[in-house]
């Protein structure tokens, strides 16, 4: 282990000396002392826990039993140092920088409107990597879109939102979704475009009644004609292009109307990575 200052390493090295290796074995000591003082001085916070040390090898000290604490400590019981090696702590560190970042700022709304069934793998992704909300909003309510119907969704996505948690609206769990969805369209005399636009322009709707009550730190929208209507409805003049989160994938800023200034990452249905959704979720609260 070799200490400068405040970058605090568990290498292997580190790890043999406290077995027993002369190599540097002063200057060995003098950093497991700091290390083992710092452990005392924070034994309340890890009372019943442990702090498991993984590289090369793994120290266990015993009155330590589980790193559950670990992510639940304020980041300020923190030592001043980096650690490499020490999956336990880095891993809890960079937790608490996650927990922080995500309770700054206002909630970001994410709208997929394209059936594509990478947006279904790409959803999933946000979801469990960023704690974000999901909400399906049927297609039986958007074909036909009716307020009332659509009220008690409403009213859950309103509430989601205001409460500070992110929020995915889809409305295709699966290409049966999509299917039913023809059929229907057919029993009405629509074609399958016709059907995609009449979602389309329910989902406008259902999008633009959160937008008039709720106020958003940024738009992820998924699906071309979703984007379009939806940013035509609120009157926007244009998006000023940032950069490429991915190929294809931008981040700009909505230039004039009711979200001007807002930030915003479209896509087209069949683009974007499998974590497109999660990187354009941080850039955007790093944006905000």
């Known amino acids: 282990m070799v200490l400068i200052r405040k970058v605090f390493v568990v290498s292997f090295c580190f790890m043999v000396c406290f077995a027993g290796v002369?190599?540097?074995?002063?200057?060995?000591k003098t950093c497991k002392k700091e290390a083992v003082e710092w452990l005392d001085a924070n034994k309340r916070m890890f009372e019943d826990s442990a702090m498991a040390i993984h590289g090369f090898a793994e120290l266990a000290l015993e009155e330590y039993k589980s790193s559950?604490?670990?992510?639940?400590?304020?980041?300020?019981?923190?030592?001043p140092f980096i650690?490499?090696?020490?999956?336990?702590?880095?891993?809890?560190m960079l937790h608490l920088d996650q927990k922080q970042a995500e309770k700054k700022g206002h909630p970001i709304l994410t709208v997929v409107g394209s059936?594509?069934?990478?947006?279904?793998?790409?959803?999933?992704?946000?979801?469990?990597?960023?704690?974000?909300?999901?909400?399906?909003?049927?297609?039986?309510?958007?074909?036909?879109?009716?307020?009332?119907?659509?009220?008690?969704?409403?009213?859950?996505?309103?509430?989601?939102?205001?409460?500070?948690?992110?929020?995915?609206?889809?409305?295709?769990?699966?290409?049966?979704?999509?299917?039913?969805?023809?059929?229907?369209?057919?029993?009405?005399?629509?074609?399958?475009?016709?059907?995609?636009?009449?979602?389309?322009?329910?989902?406008?709707r259902f999008v633009m009644g959160i937008l008039e009550k709720v106020n958003i730190?940024?738009?992820?929208?998924?699906?071309?004609?979703?984007?379009?209507?939806?940013?035509?409805?609120?009157?926007?003049?244009?998006?000023?292009?940032?950069?490429?989160?991915?190929p294809g994938v931008p981040l700009g800023e909505i230039v004039g109307g009711k979200l001007n200034g807002l930030k915003i990452v479209t896509k087209a249905g069949g683009f974007g990575s499998s974590d497109v959704f999660r990187l354009g979720l941080d850039v955007v609260k790093q944006e905000e």
């Open 115 to 204: 059936v594509n069934p990478k947006n279904y793998i790409q959803i999933e992704r946000l979801v469990e990597t960023r704690n974000t909300h999901e909400l399906y909003v049927p297609w039986q309510f958007l074909l036909e879109y009716n307020e009332n119907s659509s009220k008690r969704l409403l009213s859950e996505a309103i509430e989601l939102l205001s409460n500070g948690n992110d929020l995915a609206l889809r409305t295709s769990r699966s290409s049966d979704d999509m299917e039913s969805a023809k059929s229907e369209g057919k029993k009405i005399g629509l074609s399958s475009a016709k059907v995609a636009d009449a979602i389309s322009d329910g989902l406008q």
């Open 217 to 246: 730190g940024g738009l992820m929208v998924t699906g071309g004609t979703t984007a379009l209507k939806l940013l035509q409805e609120t009157g926007c003049e244009g998006i000023e292009v940032f950069r490429e989160i991915e």
């Open 83 to 92: 650690f490499a090696g020490s999956a336990g702590l880095s891993a809890a």
């Open 22 to 28: 002369g190599f540097a074995a002063n200057r060995m």
């Open 68 to 79: 559950e604490y670990l992510a639940g400590m304020p980041k300020e019981a923190l030592p």
